[in-house]
């Protein structure tokens, strides 16, 4: 059993940024609803999930905003033309694809990734996470990996997708899965604001490979070789502390959807119609085409 779970914010971020100036005959811009139906399907294509659903912020935990303030605060606002695009992905795209959208107040995608993730694994379901969240990337284990098709991960040019598992991850970061957390409580992340005390990744990463650990390297300061980086560890150990706390994931909230309750089920007939609407002539012909496959295939519902 297969269980793909998919960060909705990135993708449609995504989307809209990597497609430019399509609409439909009405003047709706229609370039992340396009981008977000490809990229599903292609993941469909890819990994063969039979259980999937698609997981979205819905405000920020008070723990992390209590710690830092200025927690996101750096954020864009969203482009005007991307409201109506999200608002139809999330109230329609998504379940006529077959997934299930999950959420909850003032909790973001990430936690939520990760409370089914840490549940599948104790059910011994394969999971693989559709991110590009460094947070995620701590999850992976024997059973979880990270679905990417940056280029900066892909073994081969000619490669579509790859999947990030311990050995990848590792060589990406420089130090094992469970460890980066570790890492960016030293280096900070600038995409959520949350401040660094002046190393960078690969100088924190490898501090933490030398020492095992942030706990460890915090009581052995005096064994760090480096005076300009010894002098900064001591300076920042409230921040690093804080820091390590802002990215931790909170894996303890009970599941609001049942993983058995997640089996992907996509609606051709009511997916068709809306996209003759957006006007997709290539997309919506493939689309045909597995609806007219899925009718006669046992597996039909996993032809996307």
Request: with cysteine; hydrophobic share 40%; glycine share 6%.
């Amino acid at each position: 059993m297969k269980l793909l779970l998919i960060d909705g914010h990135y993708y449609v971020y995504r989307s809209f940024f990597a497609i430019q100036n399509l609409s439909n005959s009405r003047g709706e811009p229609t370039n992340a609803i396009f981008g977000f139906t490809k990229t599903l399907r292609l993941m469909i294509k890819h990994l063969r999930p039979e259980l999937g659903a698609v997981f979205w912020d819905e405000g920020l935990p008070q723990k992390r905003v209590e710690l830092q303030p200025a927690y996101k605060e750096t954020r864009k606002e969203m482009p005007q033309p991307m409201v109506p695009q999200l608002d139809f992905i999330q109230s329609k795209l998504t379940q006529l694809l077959g997934f299930k959208n999950i959420s909850l107040p003032n909790t973001e995608a990430d936690d939520l990734m990760g409370c089914y993730a840490v549940e599948a694994q104790k059910r011994g379901i394969e999971v693989i996470l559709a991110t590009n969240d460094k947070d995620l990337f701590q999850l992976v284990n024997p059973t979880t990996k990270i679905y990417s098709t940056a280029k900066a991960d892909l073994v081969s040019p000619k490669d579509a997708f790859a999947l990030l598992g311990e050995t990848e991850v590792t060589a990406k970061w420089e130090v094992a899965p469970y460890l980066i957390g570790d890492v960016l409580a030293l280096a900070g992340d600038s995409v959520d604001n949350i401040p660094g005390i002046g190393l960078g990744r690969k100088t924190a990463a490898a501090l933490i490979r030398e020492h095992g650990g942030l706990t460890t390297l915090l009581e052995n300061l005096d064994r760090v070789k480096s005076l300009r980086a010894r002098e900064k560890l001591q300076n920042g150990r409230d921040q690093i502390l804080q820091n390590r706390k802002m990215v931790e994931l909170d894996c303890h909230t009970e599941l609001p959807v049942p993983i058995d309750d997640l089996r992907i089920q996509p609606d051709y007939s009511r997916l068709l119609k809306e996209l003759e609407r957006c006007e997709f002539k290539s997309l919506l012909q493939e689309v045909r085409d597995d609806a007219a496959r899925a009718k006669t295939s046992s597996q039909g519902e996993f032809l996307l």
